[in-house]
Structures are given as structure tokens and as C-alpha cells.
């Protein structure tokens, strides 16, 4: 049983490499991954309206307190913008401005491109979608 488990978390593992790899090299600036947690924020902010802290902290896997710092930066970009709840200013959310939208569909665009060139090369989709099941298994 014990060996098993070992083995789920090899293939995760594993499924995790391969698409962070989909995504080096794609962007002349910066020749490292480049799923940045910048990009992590902005597209967790684009599926949602608003975003807390804490679902950034779970999502993005980052500390609270750089939450706070990148997505204070994030603001000055204008890339997010920062909201008060009405009923309790001690609660703060986040949400995707245009400019933050139109940020993460530049790097969409790139990391489409990459992805069909990677995927076409080397022909890895067939092992990322076996890997995706079994982690869907897995965790059902």
C-alpha cells in the first residue's frame, strides 16, 4: 500500500515537471520558468471576480505576507486592483483589471505556441493526458 502511494506521488511529481516545462523558454526576457507567481495571481484572478488572500496563499503556494507584497506590486502595475468588503474593511479581495487581462492573454498567447510546438515535438500530450487521469483517479 505504502509502496503505491510512493508511486502516486512519482507520477505527480513527474506530471508537474513535464508541464512546468511546457512553459521555459517561450519568453526571450526571462530564459526560466516563466509561470511566474505574477501570472499564477492574474489568472486565478481572471477565473474568479474576486480573489482573497487565502485562496491565493492555497493556489499560488506562497506566504501570506508575499501575497501581500506581490499583489501590492501587481497594483502599481495596474495589473489588479484591491477592494474592501463594505461590511468589514479588515477583508480585502483582489480582481483582474483590463490591463491585467490583456497581461495574461499576451502570455496565454506565447504559452499556446510553445505548447503546440512542445507538444508536436515531442509528442507528450499522449503521456500528459494518462498522467492527468490517473491524478484524476487518484483524487476521486
Known amino acids: 500500500m505504502a509502496n503505491n502511494n510512493l508511486n502516486d506521488i512519482k507520477s505527480v511529481i513527474l506530471l508537474a515537471s513535464r508541464l512546468q516545462n511546457l512553459f521555459e523558454g517561450f519568453d526571450e526576457t526571462n530564459k526560466s520558468a516563466v509561470l ?3 501570472v499564477k495571481i492574474l489568472i486565478q484572478a481572471s477565473i474568479k471576480d ?9 493556489t499560488v503556494g506562497l506566504a501570506k505576507s508575499n501575497i501581500a507584497l506581490l499583489c501590492g506590486k501587481l497594483q502599481k502595475e495596474g495589473l489588479i486592483e484591491k477592494y474592501r468588503d463594505a461590511f468589514d474593511t479588515r477583508e480585502i479581495s483582489y480582481g483582474i483589471t483590463d490591463a491585467g487581462r490583456d497581461y495574461l492573454n499576451d502570455f496565454l498567447t506565447k504559452a499556446k505556441k510553445n505548447f503546440e510546438g512542445e507538444l508536436a ?9 494518462k498522467q492527468v487521469k490517473a491524478l484524476f483517479e487518484m483524487i476521486d
Open 121 to 129: 515535438y515531442k509528442n507528450n500530450i499522449e503521456q500528459i493526458n
Open 36 to 38: 511566474t507567481s505574477k
Open 50 to 58: 474576486r480573489v482573497s488572500p487565502s485562496l491565493l496563499k492555497r
